[in-house]
């Protein structure tokens, strides 16, 4: 059976990890390995030793964090986005990034709303790229997103 690992931050403003678990055993049947860190510069390390337990490997993580509102936040996370990635390749496997700026939402009531719609859409991704790669082939190009609306298709 194969294991997803879930990592998470106690600085979020919404229990991301719990939207992400709920969507993933609505579509498939996996162990679930989760951990909780303070913020979002935690997760790559969190991530690599969830991928790296030689007892229980985990084959995805789905990385979710709440950045704040202030610029030293967004330096915060482009640096944490850094070190996910930094992560993937030294394990050849996929940290899928669930972050939601806390300054997209115009109020609690939509950051609320976006927190979790991301979180469960990039959980759908997450179980297509292990279970149905192909099916991501036939979304692409199709303008997705997650959380607000999907953009959909330029047009000539
Ligand atoms: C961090 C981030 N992540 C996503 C994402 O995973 N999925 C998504 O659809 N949008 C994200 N965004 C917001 C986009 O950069 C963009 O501002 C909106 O999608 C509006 O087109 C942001 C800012």
Redesign the pocket.
Known sequence: MATIGIVDTTFARFDMGSAAIDEVKRHVSVKIRRVTVPGIKDLPVAAKRLIEDSKDPCDLIIALGMPGKMEKDKMCANQASMGLIQAQLMTNTHII?????ED?AKDEKELAFLMEQ?SRE?AVNAVKLLFKPESLIREAGTG?????ED?GPARM
Do not use: L
């Not at 990034?97 to 700026?101: A, Q, R, W």
């Open positions: 990034e669930v972050f939601v700026h997209e991301r990039h997705q997103r997650q959380g607000f953009v």
